[in-house]
């Protein structure tokens, strides 16, 4: 085997990443030659049955769907064929010596095998590579499925590999582009067609089959926050003095709606004596959480870490690579029944960390608490028990492989049991307090998973029926009721989840494309003037655009193609319907759409360059100025003309966005960076003491 050209007669491994390449070529043998063409590794494998395989990467899809019109103002678009992603997108020019390094490749193979990711997009990656650029029949290739990649399990799905065991996935994952694209170029380019309608006109605006009900549940949300009428009402509390110990006391109705009700309460019961007429306590047992999935692990790493959902799956895939968790793009929250439990938490057990829990769980019985969800192709996200490397993660990953592996720990750990007690005190027979309060008596599986559960505890007295109790002082608070919560991007994802919109792996992607359409700001969610606009004029010319019905029918009839319970067919057809329908809606008032847009447009500009009044001169506005010349951007003043020369640096990459609120240490505004998957918020002004230098003397930003 000295150079590689001399082998033939192989079987080709096509991964959809690098890592997976290289962990798959160590795992299916010892005698592993890596040869580097153009950046890219191949890596030739033989074992000791003499069985040779050759392994290589995709690094994600190498064809899409396009056209051949190079105009892309024209629509309707219908005429559609997969083409190598570097006739459609020029950034993607690598593509081309990737596809002609497997085509080589397969000349001299005389297996294929499938190994990319085993889901609706890696088995679509998988399929298009096999048929365009090994030009082999699917029905001659052969499919490895497995959830993680270590070499235990890699081995033994290479043993075991199976010959169109996706074809559902395949069919789904085709079908899914080709109706997303129908949908989504063709009212796009409606969109951007409309503003150049208008005089000054253009401007990118997208729209799609998931996007714009998405942006629906944000603009419906806040249109009910705004248009909410907030009432007041009135509750009351009570000191309440016991055998010299006191405690709080509510009044048994509350919410009281007229002032004049709740001193009337006051006056009749402050200084008065209460009997305790009733004392309960009921034991509540709660089961531990289920295994993660693609959306919990979102939620919870949102809820805990302010991660976003599309960061977390990042990471997740990371961790995957590193064969330190398993497939983090999963609807399910079953654990596999093949898997060794106690090898893991022993492969764990060697993180000091994590010392304590596995020596208790390694000594009991492990049956695991699981959820309802299911999937077909993958369970749920669970560390592996492979710690190599585990000193090399960064503290973003450190922080998701932690959760996970306590998030493991906890669903093998008992109930976790809670006493709530209820005191209910007479006065007069006219009036009721009652007293609750709660406390662990066996914390279970809280006990693994307390760094990331509060399991606060509140204590009461020890009354007993019939105790005489004094009600000291009484407390009259005027509150309002609540508006609704706007959304965050845990919430959205979960309401997301709820109207079975997008995908577990989608649902991310389709909350940053929002977000870069300047659709949406902030953390807690607003859309801004143009996100209102898309909707209001997508409603009044073509509704079913954003139709939340239509849309959870089609990922109904999508998920059906996965199980081959649908064809194909009958879903484009459906498609090729609404989609011509949409088009001739919006066709028909398109210089309308255009000026009703552009408006939109100039307001959410100005709205996101205006970041408040100036600090030093307390009279201009600051702005976000670019200079065309050094192709630097800064904030500024207004009132430059008048002598103020407030200026401040800002990062040179990224999105910004006005985020509306100001730093709570120096009172400045504060900006919002989004770059690729990352964001964080930033003081502009650079001297605040919030910016503490660290160990290098750079200042944290």
């Known amino acids: 085997m000295n150079e590689e050209t001399d082998i033939k007669n192989y079987t080709l491994v096509i991964c959809e990443k690098a890592d997976a390449a290289k962990r798959i070529a160590e795992a299916l043998g010892d005698n592993v030659k890596v040869i580097e063409k153009k950046g890219i590794k191949i890596y030739y494998v033989s074992n000791s049955d003499g069985k040779k395989y050759v392994i290589c990467s995709a690094l994600g899809h190498l ?46 193979a005389n297996e294929f095998v499938n190994a990319c990711d085993y889901d609706v997009e890696g088995s679509t990656i998988g399929f298009n590579i096999l048929r365009y650029a090994c030009k082999v029949n699917s029905s001659k290739t052969l499919r490895a499925k497995f959830s993680t990649l270590t070499k235990e399990e890699l081995a033994y799905a290479f043993k075991n590999l199976k010959g169109q065991i996706d074809r559902g996935l395949v069919k789904a994952g085709i079908t899914r582009h080709i109706v997303d694209y129908l949908w989504g170029i063709n009212l796009s380019r409606i969109l951007i067609s409309s503003l150049q309608q208008v005089p000054y006109g253009g401007g990118v605006l997208s729209t799609g089959r998931v996007q714009g009900p998405t942006l629906k549940f944000i603009v419906d949300r806040e249109i009910e926050i705004r248009s909410f009428v907030t009432k007041p009402y009135w509750i009351t509390r009570a000191i309440v003095a016991y055998n010299g110990i006191e405690t709080y006391a509510s009044y048994f109705k509350e919410k009281i709606m007229r002032r004049k009700e709740a001193l009337a309460i006051k006056e009749e019961n402050e200084g008065e004596t209460g009997i305790v007429k009733e004392v309960k306590r009921i034991k509540v047992e709660l089961k531990p959480p289920t295994p993660f999935n693609t959306g919990d692990l979102q939620k919870e790493a949102y809820r805990i870490f302010r991660f976003s959902p599309s960061l977390t799956l990042n990471i997740a895939e990371q961790l995957y690579l ?70 090399k993660l960064n503290d973003r990953q450190k922080k998701l492989f932690d959760l996970i592996v306590r998030r493991f720990f906890a669903i093998f750990a008992e109930n976790a049991v809670m006493e709530r007690n209820q005191i209910l005190i007479d006065v007069k027979g006219k009036h009721y307090w009652k007293i609750n309060g709660r406390q ?230 504060i900006v919002q960076i989004r770059n690729n998957k990352s964001l964080w918020n930033l003081c502009i002004n650079f001297e605040c003491p919030s910016k503490v230098k660290n160990k290098n003397g750079r200042k944290n930003l």
């Not at 019109?69 to 024209?74: A, F, I, P, Q, S």
Request: net charge neutral; charged share 30%; glycine share 6%.
């Open 63 to 108: 064809y899409g769907l396009g056209n051949h019109r190079k105009d892309r103002k024209v629509y309707p678009v219908f005429d559609l064929m997969w083409l190598p992603l570097n006739y459609i997108d020029k950034n993607k020019s690598s593509v081309l010596d990737r596809i002609k390094i497997i085509e080589e490749l397969a000349k001299n």
């Open 322 to 391: 590193q064969a330190l968790i398993s497939y983090p793009r999963t609807n399910s929250q079953k654990l596999p029944k093949t898997i060794n439990y106690h090898k893991i938490i022993k492969g764990l057990s060697y993180i000091k960390e994590y010392k304590e829990e596995t020596g208790i769980l390694l000594s009991k019985k492990l049956a695991p608490h699981e959820g309802e969800k299911d999937d077909p192709a993958h369970p749920c996200i669970y560390p592996t028990g492979e710690i190599e490397g585990i000193e």
């Open 440 to 669: 662990y008596i066996q914390l279970g599986w809280i006990n693994f998973y307390r760094k990331y559960f509060e399991a606060e505890e509140i204590e009461i007295p020890p009354f007993k029926e019939g105790d005489k109790v004094l009600l000291k002082t009484i407390n009259v608070e005027e509150k309002f009721e609540k508006r609704p919560p706007r959304f965050n991007k845990g919430s959205l994802l979960e309401k997301m989840e709820e109207e079975n919109l997008g995908t577990k792996a989608t649902r991310a992607e389709i909350i940053d494309t929002l977000y870069k359409r300047r659709y949406i700001v902030g953390e807690s969610i607003i859309p801004t003037e143009l996100g209102f606009q898309v909707i209001e004029t997508l409603s009044k010319y073509s509704g079913k655009i954003i139709s939340i019905d239509l849309t959870r029918e089609m990922e109904e009839s999508l998920e059906k193609i996965e199980l081959e319970q649908e064809e194909p067919e009958d879903v484009l057809e459906r498609t090729f319907y609404f989609a011509w329908q949409a088009i001739n809606d919006l066709s028909d008032n398109l210089e309308k759409i255009g000026f009703e847009l552009k408006n939109a447009m100039q307001i959410t500009a100005l709205e996101n360059k205006t970041l408040g009044i100036c600090p030093i001169c307390k009279e201009g506005l600051l702005v976000v100025i670019n200079n065309k010349k050094t192709n630097k951007r800064f904030v500024g003043c207004t009132n430059y003309k008048k002598g103020c020369n407030f200026v401040a640096p800002l990062p040179q990459k990224g999105v910004i966005q006005n985020t509306g609120k100001t730093c709570t240490t120096c009172g400045w505004p």
